[in-house]
């Protein structure tokens, strides 16, 4: 209860930290560039027919659909977990009655609305007028799209706070972050249509879709992109949910065992 | 009430001698050394006291700290803390608790102080009309007014460290938990701190357990103190009492007005220090009284003080038995 009335001072300090530094504040909602390489790359790929089933403007919609599922899910949890980690400023948020994954989750949702400011509307409205007939017209899926993106957000969320609680172990956790931004970069359908990938590398493929990744991003791309039936979307969904109850039962188990380590230096 | 019972903590820590061949030794096997930061110390603080913890650098003072605060799990022994485990932090432990380090800052560095009071009335919970009570009160008692609304990096160390102080009580703790709050402010603002400190726990009988490098922020607020070096507890008792134990001769000190030779003056006890007109002995008290009349009758001095040694010589004594 506690926890919940705190909730809206949470919300606001957060968002007064994210627009303290204005300068920062405008880059980061400019920091949008990858999915736009990939999209110009992709869209020259199929200038001269379609490539796999998917056309030039395929294309267009899948990357501007990439790019704001990208800006409303993403998290930077555990970057900021590692520097609190190694130089104790933890020790602060520790003593405070409210569990640092409620404190850092909030901070990181506050965040979000303005960090996709800019680019989130621009992207709808691309994707209104140039990818129009790529988009679903089930107005259940457009519907979904909500619980689907709030379930990427916490699996995203869940698995950048296990990752950062890595540090109360390692000192220098950044490489690790380095690797999940990696994996999360080849396997979530980031950089091209998992469906180009499985014609390619099936059994990677495969592999992927047992891994929380197309969670985060390849499915409430296909909601968006693709007209699904209903009980394909009930799986999609289904699969969300079970990442987002493990990437949280996961997260606080690691964030359990690794406090007992936590050295709380200086001071 | 603060209890510690048998209570260690012990950090592993990675040793490499400098250069770039043991940089890449290190790489494939690495030497490691168990620290005791903390090793066995037992006391017992009840409500209300206000209790000095000494010791010299690495002497394990913040290391307890962070134990008693519930920060580090300690490797073995006890601790409670209003009742409570530490390590678990419970809710309700946190609320009745606060930790305060010089070096180490709770307010949001990008935003003004108001916004860290918010933030923790949010997480604390607090009345508004409780909070805005205490902050008025602590605004007035640390002459808070213009800077709340100042972004804390443009604080100086003085005006921080006060809005540390107000942030760390605005829940109204009853276990303070003070590591070097007076560390870097100047002699007016230490005193200023100190009397804000006493006058919290006289009016909240709130326990403080206060680490500092000033002893006057020692002798000033805390008639008991614990005295700790390599982890292991060396002393627990009142400061009075530390101090007769230790170095049991007065300081006597006095402006000479007639010329008297060091010899003249060492036959009344030894000669600490003379600068000009101006002498220090340290004198066995029983003797007081004939090295008073002394002074003032035959040697016919402008003023006279009896004092305590200072608390430092003291402790110097202390750790250089403890190393002997």
Redesign the interface.
Known sequence: MRTLRALPTLWRIGVAETIAYRAEFIVWMLTTTIPLIMLALWTSVASEGPFQSYSSSDFVAYFLAVLIVRQLTSNWIAWQMFEDIRLGVLSMRLLRPIHPFWAYGISQAAALPFRSAIAVPVSLILLASSGAHAITTNALQIAMMIPSLALAWVISFGINFAIGSIGFWVTQAFAIGGVYFTLYTLLSGYLMPLAIMASKYPTLTKLTWATPFPSMLAIPVRLLTRNLATPEIARMLAIQAAWAAGSILIALAVWRRGLKHFEAVGG | MIRARELTKH?KVHRRPPGFVSAMKSLVHRTYDTVKAVDGVSFTIERGERVGFLGPNGAGK?TTL?VL?????PTSGEAQVEGHVPFR?E?DL??K???V??????L?W??PPA?TY????????VPKDQFDATLEELTDLLELGPLLDK?TRQLSLGERMKCELAAALLHRPTTLFL?EPTIGLDVAMQVAIRDFVRSYNQRHDATVLLTSHYMDDVVALCPRIIVIDQGKLIHDGDLRGLIKQMDPDKRVSFTLVAPATDEEIAKLGTLMTREAQRVTLKVPERQIPEVVGHVLGTLKAADLAIEDPPLEDVLRVMFSKEKE
């Open positions: 950090f913040t962070k605060s519930g920060l580090l799990h932090r809710a946190l609320g608790i606060t930790l380090m010089g070096q180490k800052s709770q949001i990008d935003l916004e918010a933030l923790n009335r949010a997480v604390f919970d972004p590591d």
